[in-house]
């Protein structure tokens, strides 16, 4: 079946324009995650949704970072006013969800974004 | 609060040798542990998870690794690697956190095999 996607697969913005990042979860997954892979800094947790719904929004590094999931399904990781430090790969997860304990997530190939 | 460490940036390794990627948690709570591999311009996958049961679990490319209790560790190793193993490798712990999983992800270790 369909793995998660993701778009675009690259980004170059100009500093100080908004950008919106898609992610396509596997079909039947509730649980969606977002994260950041930064140049020597691993995986950073932006937010976790539970259908609709953003329980841990803690991730989020500030108030120009926002995300939204509609339908269950679709989610748009969006960053206002973009700064040069925002520019990394975003990575989108999903997993069934449900709350059961060691659930693997499944990741998508990644967007990249280039501030300039 | 729950943390990874990986030890090892950047492992070097000789084809068809044998290799170790060291991965070090700490947690206060029980926490189940997962390995990830990355390869070049790709998303994550999971290479094996420890859940419960038999310390020692297997995973996919002949990878397994070691959980251990006592010196919370969670080791991944190979007895010969590949070429086709050169990837990052992520360490993980997840532990339930108001009815979901709050992963946690060490910074990686860079696996690169050398013909």
């Known amino acids: 079946g369909a793995g998660v996607s993701q778009s675009p697969s690259n980004k170059v913005t100009e500093k100080g324009k908004d950008v919106e990042l898609r992610c396509d979860p596997i079909s039947g997954h509730t649980a969606l995650y977002w994260y950041r892979q930064s140049l020597g800094q691993g995986l950073e947790f932006l937010i976790y949704?539970?259908?609709?719904?953003?329980?841990?929004k803690s991730g989020l590094p500030s108030d120009r970072f926002s995300a939204e999931r509609t339908g269950g399904s679709v989610s748009t990781l969006t960053i206002q006013r973009t700064q040069q430090e925002d520019s990394a790969v975003y990575l989108c997860?999903?997993?069934?969800?449900?709350?059961?304990?060691?659930?693997?997530?499944?990741f998508g190939p990644g967007t990249r974004l280039l501030v300039l | 609060a729950q943390s990874v460490t990986q030890l090892d940036s950047q492992v070097p390794v000789f084809e068809e040798a044998p290799v170790e990627l060291r991965c070090n948690y700490s947690s206060s709570v029980s926490v189940y542990l997962f390995w990830y591999v990355q390869y070049p311009n790709q998303g994550l996958q999971l290479l094996l998870k420890?859940?419960?049961?038999?310390?020692l679990v297997k995973g996919i490319n002949g990878f397994e690794a070691e959980f251990n209790k006592s010196q919370t560790s969670f080791h991944l190793r190979k007895p010969s690697v590949h070429i086709s193993d050169t990837a990052e490798y992520f360490c993980?712990?997840?532990?339930?956190?108001?009815?979901?999983?709050?992963?946690?992800f060490g910074i990686g270790t860079k696996l690169q095999v050398i013909p």
């Open positions: 997860a999903s997993s069934l969800g449900g709350g059961s304990l060691g659930e693997t997530q499944y």
């Open positions: 949704f539970q259908g609709n719904s953003a329980p841990d």
């Open positions: 993980a712990v997840t532990l339930n956190s108001g009815g979901y999983q709050k992963v946690t």
């Open positions: 420890y859940l419960s049961g038999s310390t």
